[in-house]
């Protein structure tokens, strides 16, 4: 009867703890994996244009392991802005990095897919409204 009520309370205080950890750095973890999902569907639509048609799990393996590695430099992240400094935003340091990655990744993409770079044309865009 005692070691019911330990491991519960247990059980409670953990999970109370990991949702306290995991909450918040939820948008960040959402915002990765949606990031991740994009690449991965512009880097189909370029196979398919090229005609490949079998996509190897081998390379598929690959999008899993780069979301663990991001997950994980999200985590170390939220640790250090618990235990070393909570003013400096590891978190949304970390989330920009990995944007700046996957972001040029999909524009080569898209570059490969629609002829033009978005990235391209954004900046085209912004100078332009600077301008006037």
Do not use: H
């Not at 247990?10 to 950890?21: R, V």
């Not at 909450?23 to 690449?39: C, K, N, Q």
């Not at 700046?100 to 990744?105: D, P, R, V, W, Y």
């Amino acid at each position: 009867m005692i070691s019911e009520t330990i491991t519960f309370k247990f059980c409670a205080y953990m999970t109370a703890s990991l949702t306290a950890f995991f909450i918040p750095i939820s948008w960040a973890i959402t915002s990765v994996i949606v990031v991740v999902l994009i690449d991965t569907i512009t880097g189909v639509m370029v196979a398919g244009q090229k005609g490949i048609k079998e996509i190897k799990s081998r390379k598929l393996s690959n999008i899993i392991s780069k979301v663990i590695y991001y997950l994980c430099a999200i985590i170390l992240c939220r640790i250090s802005e618990l235990f070393i400094d909570d003013t400096i935003p590891f978190v949304k340091l970390a989330l920009i990095s990995v944007m700046i990655i996957e972001a040029k990744s999909i524009d080569e993409n898209f570059k490969k897919t629609f002829g033009y770079s978005f990235i391209d044309k954004m900046l085209t865009s912004f100078k332009n409204l600077n301008r006037k």
